[in-house]
């Protein structure tokens, strides 16, 4: 058994499948899902362009008077 220290040093992105793997059903489409997964260990990923929606930006509140 590897300890979280040891596979974080040496592939970060073993954790995270990992863990999404232990959420999944055990079932046949396992290994398909698994499969579709795609963990990139750093922020940059080829897929920045087919972000539309940013949730980490200011949203101004508005509130409307109740009559």
Partial sequence: EITFERLQEKSPEKIIEKAVSGMLP???LRKVRLGRLM???DAEHPYMENIIKRYDTKIPLVTQPIE
């Fill in 26 to 28: 055990k079932n046949r």
């Fill in 39 to 41: 963990v990139y260990p």
